[in-house]
Nanobody, 124 residues
Framework: QLQASGGGLVQAGGSLRLSCAAS????????MGWFRQAPGKEREFVAA????????IYADSVKGRFTISRDNAKNTVYLQMNSLKPEDTALYYC???????????????????WGQGTLVTVSS
């Protein structure tokens, strides 16, 4: 089970940190991803951290502003979001996938396990 939290209302330029706590599975054994879905839009890839080596991958729209990390001791994955923009407003989901190849990491269909969303609202 994946439990996402940390969403809220923030002004443009502000920061939030999302957390995804796992139970029943070990986050370091999976590629962990964050996706988001804005109103009226399809769900899109945001960031991922691979199980092997902790390699991180980002969508171009968040590169340089968001950082994904993993705390193995807490079995939790984080998404630090800085310099937030109104277009970052969305429901954010964490997900876990097994044995993902690099070319499949950005695809939501590669992830078998999903948490509930946490809402991020960025006001202008």
């Amino acid at each position: 089970q994946l439990q996402a939290s940390g969403g809220g209302l923030v002004q443009a330029g502000g920061s939030l940190r999302l957390s995804c706590a796992a139970s029943g599975r070990t986050v370091s054994d999976y590629t962990m991803g964050w996706f988001r879905q804005a109103p009226g839009k399809e769900r899109e890839f945001v960031a991922a951290i691979r199980s092997s080596g902790g390699v991180t991958i980002y969508a171009d729209s968040v590169k340089g502003r968001f950082t994904i990390s993993r705390d193995n001791a807490k079995n939790t994955v984080y998404l630090q979001m800085n310099s937030l923009k109104p277009e970052d407003t969305a429901l954010y989901y964490c997900a876990a996938g097994e044995r993902l190849i690099l070319s499949s990491i950005r695809s939501e269909t590669s992830y078998a396990y999903w948490g509930q969303g946490t809402l991020v609202t960025v006001s202008s």
